[in-house]
Nanobody, 124 residues
Framework: QVQLVESGGGLVQAGGSLSLSCAAS????????MGWFRQAPGKEREFVAA????????HYADSVRGRFTISRDIAKNTVYLQMNSVKPEDTAVYYC?????????????????WGQGTQVTVSS
C-alpha cells in the first residue's frame, strides 16, 4: 500500500523560504509522476508542481514558477518542494500525491495516492 508522508511545513515570513519533503513507500515509483498540490481555507485544491520520477521533467503552476522548485532523490524515495520568496497567498495545506505517467500532470484527478498534508503559513 502506497504511503506518502509530508513534512517541513510551518510558519515563515513573507519573502522567506521553506522546504517540504514527501517520503514515499509501498510501491515502485519509477513509472510514476509525483506532484504537490495545495488547498487554502475556503478554496479548492490546486496544482503546484509535478515531476516525473524516472527523469527530470517538471511542471509548475504559473503562480509559483520561478519561486518554487520540485525535485526528487531516487535513493531516498523522497520528493521535495523548495519554496522561495514566499507570499501570504502561498498559505495553505500542501499535499504530496502520486499519479501514473501518461495522465495530465496538472489535473487533481490524475493522482490516485495522497498524503495527509502539511500546513504552510506565510505571515506578512
Amino acid at each position: 500500500q502506497v504511503q506518502l508522508v509530508e513534512s517541513g511545513g510551518g510558519l515563515v515570513q513573507a519573502g522567506g523560504s521553506l522546504s517540504l519533503s514527501c517520503a514515499a513507500s509501498g510501491r515502485t515509483f519509477s513509472s510514476r509522476r509525483m506532484g504537490w498540490f495545495r488547498q487554502a481555507p475556503g478554496k479548492e485544491r490546486e496544482f503546484v508542481a509535478a515531476i516525473r520520477w524516472s527523469y527530470d521533467s517538471t511542471h509548475y503552476a504559473d503562480s509559483v514558477r520561478g519561486r518554487f522548485t520540485i525535485s526528487r532523490d531516487i535513493a531516498k524515495n523522497t520528493v521535495y518542494l523548495q519554496m522561495n520568496s514566499v507570499k501570504p497567498e502561498d498559505t495553505a495545506v500542501y499535499y504530496c500525491a502520486s499519479a501514473p505517467t501518461g495522465l495530465v500532470a496538472t489535473l487533481l484527478t490524475s493522482y490516485d495516492s495522497w498524503g495527509q498534508g502539511t500546513q504552510v503559513t506565510v505571515s506578512s
